[in-house]
């Protein structure tokens, strides 16, 4: 005799098929709750978050403890979902718990350079030419700089060239010259480490040691300035997304050095106007993201000078903790960059122009 049909029967099977889901989800919950403390206890034993090994076990533990009626394909293949899960949360979290990281609630990263700062207050300004040359061209430039009020001076002892025919800088005698002429006028000085070999000797004439544009995912630079002792300028790459411009600065972070500087310094576009195009939206999304202080180098980003003043207003009224521009007492000579470089006059009359932003609030 065919069973009678109940119309609550299938209402009453969902219901409790309903509360087994409710109660696989509280104990998915509860797995996840767990998370930090394992992640805690990993960190501290130095352990991978991922063990191949562990999953393997666990998996063998639940086939062997599987009463069915679930086959144990079907076991095998949600718990792997259900590990592939947890493995995903473990990896997000470890990405929002970046040191440099806005998320981590710890307060601003102040880089201190000398009695100088970079951050929090008036923003800086970092002017000199793109390369040292000569002894008399840094001079000329420096007393000029130093005489404006300017408190870094930038100056390329190693530079990354395009062309290998052209002009490679001046190497350690570069440094030299700069380490004095900084000396002399009482300036902190910034110059770029181009490979992991002169890091060191870089470090020892610098007050601040820069990573450009085409060495910002080069890791192993990023280590060993890291280990350096000097604060960081790290500048974006041109092609780098913001999220990897972070991680790179997180190399740094997590090698046990946070006083970096970002150096947003204008990305790849099809625009043909300027070398670059200068993303200013860079500056409140680098600090929405991280706690560290952003400057602009308005000189990369456009490649001519006729726009600097624009720009680098740009930059600080965007919010920016500073600028960089390269000054060259004659651009029209110089051995590198000379579309870009302004000569003193014109330089002094762009920091004329800057004046309301740099003024202590
Ligand atoms: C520089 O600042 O000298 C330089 C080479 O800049 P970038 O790495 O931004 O091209
Ligand atoms: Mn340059």
Do not use: W
């Not at 696989?24 to 501290?44: G, T």
């Not at 602009?296 to 920016?320: C, E, K, N, P, Y």
């Amino acid at each position: 005799m065919p069973r009678r049909t109940d119309p609550g029967e299938l209402e009453r099977l969902r219901h409790r098929t309903s509360e087994i889901n409710r109660k696989i989800l509280d104990l998915l919950n509860e797995r996840a709750s767990m998370l930090p403390a394992i992640q805690e206890v990993k960190a501290r034993l130095r352990l991978e978050g991922y063990s191949p090994a562990r999953e393997q076990e666990m998996l063998e533990e639940l086939i062997t403890a599987n009463p069915g009626p679930f086959p144990d394909d079907a076991v095998r293949q949600v718990f792997k979902e259900v590990f592939r899960a947890f493995l995903g949360l473990m990896e997000t979290e470890k990405n929002t718990d970046l040191r440099v990281s806005r998320h981590s609630n710890l307060p601003d990263i102040l880089v201190r350079v000398g009695d100088r700062t970079i951050g929090g207050g008036t923003p800086v300004i970092i002017a000199g030419p793109c390369s040292v040359e000569s002894e008399e061209q840094l001079e000329e430039v420096a007393a000029a700089l130093a005489a404006m009020g300017v408190g870094f001076l930038r100056g390329g002892a190693f530079k990354p060239r395009t062309s290998p025919y052209a002009f490679q800088g001046l190497g350690v005698k570069g440094l030299h010259l700069l380490a004095a002429a900084g000396k002399r006028h009482g300036m902190a000085v910034v110059t770029e480490a181009v490979d992991t070999r002169t890091v060191h000797v870089i470090a020892e004439h610098a007050d601040v040691v820069q990573v450009g544009s085409r060495n910002m995912a080069n890791y192993e630079l990023l280590k060993a300035v890291a280990a350096c002792g000097r604060p960081v300028l790290l500048k974006r790459g041109f092609a780098a997304t913001l999220d990897e411009f972070v991680q790179a600065a997180e190399y740094i972070a997590a090698g046990g050095n946070e006083q970096i500087i970002l150096c947003e310094r204008g990305i790849r576009t099809f625009e043909q106007e300027t070398r670059f195009t200068l993303d200013i939206s860079a500056v409140p999304l680098l600090q929405g993201m991280t706690r560290l202080p952003i400057i602009v180098d308005v000189s990369h980003s456009a490649g001519r000078r006729d726009i600097l003043s624009s720009l680098a207003r740009a930059s600080l009224a965007a919010g920016a903790n500073g600028v960089m521009i390269e000054v060259h007492p004659n651009p029209a000579i110089a051995r590198s960059d000379n579309q870009q470089q302004l000569d003193i006059a014109q330089f002094r009359a762009l920091l004329a122009q800057l004046q309301r932003f740099l003024a202590p609030v």
